[in-house]
Structures are given as C-alpha cells and as structure tokens.
C-alpha cells in the first residue's frame, strides 16, 4: 500500500492566534508612541524583537529613547503587515497540509485501506500525529484480523472535521 509523509508542524490556530496577540500588542504600542525592537527604558531587545526573530520575520524599529533615534513611526504598520502576510502564509501552507490529507482520505476510502492504525500491522498511521497536532478529531476505520474499528463513513466524517477545521482558521 503506498504511504505518503504527512507533515507536521506547529499548530497554525495557535500560531495564528500569537501573531494576532502581537498584532494587538503592536496597535496598542503605537497609540501610545512606545519604542519597538528596543526596551524604552534600556534599550534591551524586546519582545516583539524576539517574536520577529524566532519566525525569520522581518522587523523594523521604532525607537526614541535615551538620545536614541532608530526607525520611523511607520515601524508599526510595516510590522503589522509582515504579520499579516505571515497569517497569510501559514493559512496557505495549512490549506495545502489539509487538502494533501483529503486527498489521500479519498484514496484510501477508494481502496477501502485502514485508516488509523496501518492495516498490516496494526500500528498507528500517519493521519494520527495529523489530527492530533490540529486538535482535529478522528474516526478510525480499520478491518483487520480480529480488530474492526469505526465505520466506512469514517473517510468522510474525517474529511468533514479537515474541512471546518480549515473554515476556523
């Protein structure tokens, strides 16, 4: 049966969800005209600096402090949109992970493979860590020996939960 790698990687909701927090964090610094990138108080890297570095994003500085002039007021919306396009980035790349596994749903439900744990030799599959990373819940369908888990409808109900996972994101 051939086997296909499904990656796994950070989970995007929460990914998401952080950059959405700094996005806020980000307006909220702007309307009080507070340094980014630099500690206002003593020039120390910060925060946003960090989350910026971590993710190989781009970052510009905005900071008047201590005699120091770094960057233009504009920082904070070019920021704001090298986040955005990084939201952008992470639902496109979530949106090509899911749509893999749906497609390779649909073949294993034209073969009527074991989804789950692997058929042969009852170990679990790839689509496990898949799920599971997503906080997706999954319906097994296995007919083996002498296990039989879940249903037939299992390949469509697992392409449903993909499908509304992918709508909340």
């Given at each position: 049966?051939?086997?296909?790698?499904?990656?796994?990687?950070?989970?995007?909701?929460?990914?998401?969800?952080?950059?959405?927090?700094?996005?806020?964090?980000?307006?909220?610094?702007?309307?009080?005209?507070?340094?980014?990138?630099?500690?206002?108080?003593?020039?120390?890297?910060?925060?946003?600096?960090?989350?910026?570095?971590?993710?190989?994003?781009?970052?510009?500085?905005?900071?008047?402090?201590?005699?120091?002039?770094?960057?233009?007021?504009?920082?904070?919306?070019?920021?704001?949109?090298?986040?955005?396009?990084?939201?952008?980035?992470?639902r496109s790349a979530?949106?090509?992970?899911?749509h893999g596994v749906?497609?390779?749903?649909?073949?294993?439900?034209?073969?009527?493979?074991?989804?789950?744990?692997n058929g042969t030799?009852?170990?679990?599959?790839?689509?496990?860590?898949?799920?599971?990373?997503?906080?997706?819940?999954?319906?097994?369908?296995?007919?083996?020996?002498?296990?039989?888990?879940?249903?037939?409808?299992?390949?469509?109900?697992?392409?449903?939960?993909?499908?509304?996972?992918?709508?909340?994101?």
């Amino acid at each position: 049966m051939a086997h296909n790698t499904i990656a796994v990687n950070v989970p995007a909701k929460q990914e998401i969800e952080a950059v959405n927090g700094v996005i806020k964090q980000l307006k909220e610094y702007q309307s009080k005209n507070w340094a980014i990138g630099l500690n206002g108080d003593n020039l120390a890297p910060d925060n946003f600096l960090a989350f910026f570095t971590e993710r190989q994003l781009p970052f510009s500085y905005y900071v008047r402090a201590q005699g120091v002039s770094v960057g233009e007021p504009a920082a904070y919306q070019i920021n704001i949109d090298t986040l955005n396009h990084y939201i952008a980035l992470i639902r496109s790349a979530e949106g090509l992970a899911v749509h893999g596994v749906i497609e390779q749903l649909n073949r294993y439900k034209a073969n009527n493979w074991a989804i789950g744990l692997n058929g042969t030799t009852l170990q679990p599959d790839d689509f496990l860590p898949f799920f599971d990373t997503r906080a997706v819940p999954f319906a097994y369908y296995v007919r083996s020996g002498s296990v039989e888990l879940g249903a037939p409808a299992a390949y469509e109900a697992n392409i449903k939960a993909l499908q509304q996972y992918l709508s909340s994101l």
